[in-house]
């Protein structure tokens, strides 16, 4: 197909490749004679089309495979606040027991002396402090 001319969308829309097109397009992608860009350019098709040729009709069932790369130093700063969050859950842990234990011994002892250790705020303020009036 000529470089130069240029379909319209509704052309393009319509258009259809045989299937011993697509498997000559394939092959030649595959033999590295042709680039996915190259062939949807000059072709004026789109790469998902050209992948979906792949798919279809290549050897190797053509998929691109997605890629995630990740630093040695990324690596190493997820370890590290993974072993952080383990230490601070564990401080938590640590904090609750000695809460509930200070609890209890707070209950045994207003128990025990019959006095309410605990303050409590909706009690009303003490009438033995004076007269706080100013003058």
């Not at 258009?15 to 949807?40: D, M, N, P, Q, T």
Request: net charge positive; proline share 3%; hydrophobic share 35%.
């Amino acid at each position: 197909m000529d470089e130069s001319i240029k379909l319209s969308s509704h052309q393009r829309q319509y258009r259809r490749f045989s299937e011993e097109f697509k498997r000559k397009k394939v092959h030649e992608i595959e033999l590295g004679l042709v680039g996915i860009a190259e062939l949807c350019k000059q072709y004026q098709v789109t790469s998902p089309a050209v992948y979906k040729w792949l798919s279809v009709f290549g050897t190797a069932k053509y998929k691109p495979d997605r890629l995630i790369m990740e630093s040695k130093s990324d690596t190493q700063e997820l370890l590290r606040l993974k072993q952080r969050i383990a230490e601070l859950e564990r401080l938590v842990g640590q904090k609750q027991i000695q809460l509930e234990f200070t609890e209890k011994m707070i209950e045994v002892a207003e128990q025990m002396y019959g006095v309410d250790i605990k303050k409590k705020f909706s009690t009303p303020p003490s009438t033995t402090s004076g007269n706080t009036e100013v003058s």
